[in-house]
């Protein structure tokens, strides 16, 4: 079992940033930690993902150039840096952790899920 707590949420401006943290626990050993996002009335929707021996992301379009997944290996941790926020960010952020392989822009895929972190952004 691998257990998943995010932190950094909170409200900004448009054109801020704030930074996610998610760390985990447990058997922690994972292939893929993604970011997912999921406004109210919608469904959960692919952020970005990382490839925790490799280092290799991915980003759905809407965020690329703004948002940044990176790992601490030591720390057991993964983090989302979000610049030039805009409403249409504002959502409950999850993260999750797989050890299976596939399309990692899939909520199916994951195996794991954080509690979530709201990230408001007022315009």
């Known amino acids: 079992q691998v257990q998943l707590v995010e932190s950094g949420g909170g409200l900004v401006q448009a054109g801020g940033s704030l930074r996610l943290s998610c760390a985990a626990s447990g058997r922690t050993f994972t292939r893929y930690m993604g970011w997912f996002r999921q406004a109210p009335g919608k469904e959960r929707e692919f952020v970005t993902a990382?490839?925790?021996?490799?280092?290799?992301?991915i980003y759905a379009d809407y965020v690329k150039g703004r948002f940044t997944i990176s790992r601490d290996n030591a720390k057991n941790t993964v983090y989302l840096q979000m610049n030039s926020l805009k409403p249409e960010d504002t959502a409950v952020y999850y993260c999750?952790?797989?050890?299976?392989?596939?399309?990692?822009?899939?909520?199916?895929?994951?195996?794991?899920w954080g509690q979530g972190t709201q990230v408001t952004v007022s315009s």
């Open positions: 990382i490839n925790w021996s490799t280092g290799s992301t």
């Open positions: 999750a952790a797989t050890n299976r392989g596939g399309s990692y822009n899939f909520p199916i895929m994951y195996d794991y």
